[in-house]
């Protein structure tokens, strides 16, 4: 009996230690605020100037449902529309794939991304989440893109959906990267 029990504990742990990090990327067109998300995510802070060439990948020790799990999130740039998707598509668990709802062509621009994902995960063995965002929702009065559309593309593509803001409460973006860490758990 108690060897039974071990074994069972072991095989817990080992399925944990499967989910104990998580690599997030986020996509999106210029100026869409994936930059302003990561940051306000890591920092808690929004950061309103940020260098619009940088790319870089950083590390956040997280707590999501009691389970500690090592984040990663890579901020890309792509100056215009997707390049080089190799870089993460194997690397990512997970796609944030982001625009501002005050701009209909950043819309447009998250077509080509959910495309290019939706041929990865066609050809691999385990499918990665992706999340629609719709970022900026503080610019409500400037909207160009409306709820409907956001949840429709989504759906299209079967990915989750959800409408924040880099520079309101912070709880909002830390839910939205929390989502995409249980959706990569649920798989
Ligand atoms: P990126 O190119 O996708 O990384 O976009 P950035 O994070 O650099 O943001 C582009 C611009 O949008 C910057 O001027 C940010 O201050 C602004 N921005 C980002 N997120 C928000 C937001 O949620 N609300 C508003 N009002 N501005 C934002
Ligand atoms: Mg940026």
């Known amino acids: 009996k108690p060897r039974a029990v071990n074994a069972s504990h072991f095989s817990a742990s080992n399925d944990r230690s499967l989910h ?7 996509l999106g067109c210029r100026g869409a605020g994936k930059s302003a998300l990561t940051v306000k995510f890591l920092t808690r802070r929004f950061i309103s100037e ?8 950083y590390t956040k020790e997280e707590i999501v449902d009691q389970e500690p799990v090592l984040v990663r999130v890579m901020d890309t740039a792509d100056p215009d529309g997707p390049v080089n998707p190799e ?6 668990n997970a796609f944030l794939v982001v625009y501002s709802i005050d701009n209909r062509k950043s819309f447009e621009a998250c077509c080509q991304y959910l495309e290019i994902i939706s041929q990865y995960n066609k050809g691999a063995v385990h499918e ?4 629609l965002l719709g970022n900026k929702l503080d610019m409500e009065r ?6 409907a559309d956001g949840s429709a593309l989504a759906s299209r593509h079967g990915c989750l959906f959800r409408e924040v803001s880099a520079c309101l409460d912070f ?17």
């Open 142 to 147: 400037y909207r160009q893109v409306s709820i």
């Open 50 to 57: 940020y260098d619009p060439f940088l790319e870089d990948t």
């Open 87 to 92: 870089r993460y598509l194997h690397w990512a």
């Open 171 to 187: 709880r909002l973006v830390q839910q939205v990267f929390y989502d995409a860490i249980q959706e990569v758990r649920r798989e």
């Open 128 to 131: 990665s989440p992706v999340l």
């Open 20 to 26: 104990s990090e998580c690599n997030l990327v986020l």
